[in-house]
């Protein structure tokens, strides 16, 4: 229980709690965040023709990891936009940060 509300900061909304108590302490844009976690699902598509097309099978397997954790790290960014009090913004942190090392790397 935390003291500064009186019950678990996992049972607040944004109607009963304070953007303060939350995890992050703003609200992400949901426009852009699917617009984002779309383009992204596409591109997944794009590189999984091409990598069957061209049999880049090595290429495919980076390539696929990084751009599925890209789509979580969104879906959790839409998610924190409805409700940031829960722990999505861990998801949203770790996926962010793996994925651009399994882009490029």
């Known amino acids: 229980m935390d003291d500064h509300i009186g ?3 996992e049972n607040c909304t944004l109607s009963t709690c304070p953007i303060l108590y ?8 949901i426009g852009g965040n699917i617009f984002l976690m779309l383009l992204f699902t596409v591109v997944l598509l794009f590189q999984a023709v091409f990598a069957i097309r061209f049999r880049t099978w090595v290429f495919l397997v980076g390539m696929f990891c990084g751009l599925v954790l890209e789509i979580i790290g969104y879906g959790a960014r839409i998610a924190v936009h409805f409700n940031p009090f829960r722990s999505a913004p861990f998801v949203m942190l770790d996926t962010h940060v793996a994925s651009p090392n399994q882009l490029t790397g």
């Not at 939350?22 to 844009?29: F, H, S």
């Open 7 to 9: 019950f678990p900061i």
């Open 22 to 29: 939350a995890y992050v302490r703003y609200q992400p844009d």
